[in-house]
């Protein structure tokens, strides 16, 4: 069965530094997410993308995240200048059609900011 | 706007009694429901889905949910518990409108033998 795949599974990094974390979507999907969960609370939506853009973002989407589709199999979250409170599991979601369809979820990584 | 509430944050249950997961919506637009689950140290596994067609909903491994729209409820059910069912329960919302999801805060279902 089709599935969402995460890399890497767990990412130390030093604040300040970027990151990269990367997602490859299920190979017909069309919408991509990013979603984020700080450990012991929810998990909260990020960003939406289809169609080479954004189509939306939540509030704790800022300057400092980015997103790009670098070619036809790879999703990419980008933290510019990580900080402390960017600690999360981060998951990657996919679907076929848009939300109101399933989201597949990857197994997400686990950023630690020291 | 959109908003989910979930009305426990921790639920018991002894295996073979059934469990009962509340989750109050609001939604400016037609609702699309799901209930995710998250087994420890795994990644969300869709349980079921409402998008406008039977309002009871039935899911994997024997979850179903009901769909109220007077209530703005969509609790998830089961008849028996299992001690596989411990894990934590998500109910989301997305509206037909755009492209955002809303999870609520999560249930933790403990699964006494």
């Known amino acids: 069965e089709p599935e969402v795949t995460q890399t890497p599974s767990h990412q130390v990094t030093q604040m300040g530094q970027e990151v990269i974390l990367r997602c490859v979507p299920i190979s017909n999907h069309l919408y991509f997410y990013w979603y984020r969960q700080i450990l012991g609370q929810k998990v909260e939506f990020l960003v939406s993308?289809?169609?080479?853009?954004?189509?939306?973002k939540s509030e704790i989407f800022d300057d400092q995240f980015s997103v790009e589709r670098p070619d036809g199999s790879n999703f990419t979250l980008k933290i510019r200048s990580t900080k402390l409170e960017d600690s999360a599991m981060y998951f990657c979601?996919?679907?076929?059609?848009?939300?109101?369809?399933?989201?597949?979820f990857g197994p997400g990584t686990r950023l630690t900011v020291t | 706007a959109q908003s989910v509430t979930q009305l426990d944050s921790h639920v018991s249950v002894s295996e073979g009694t059934p469990v009962l997961l509340r989750c109050n919506y609001s939604s400016s637009y037609s609702p699309s429901l799901f209930w995710y689950v998250q087994h420890p140290n795994k990644g969300l596994q869709l349980l079921l889905k409402?998008?406008?067609?039977?309002?009871l909903v039935k899911g994997i491994n024997g979850f179903e949910a009901e769909f109220k729209k007077s209530e703005t409820s969509f609790h998830l059910t089961k008849p028996s518990a299992h001690m596989s069912d411990a894990a934590e329960y998500f109910c989301v919302v997305s509206d037909s409108g755009g492209f955002k999801t809303i999870f609520g805060a999560g249930t933790r279902l403990f699964v006494k033998a």
């Open positions: 993308f289809y169609n080479n853009e954004i189509s939306e």
């Open positions: 409402y998008t406008s067609a039977a309002t």
């Open positions: 979601a996919s679907s076929f059609v848009r939300a109101q369809d399933e989201q597949y």
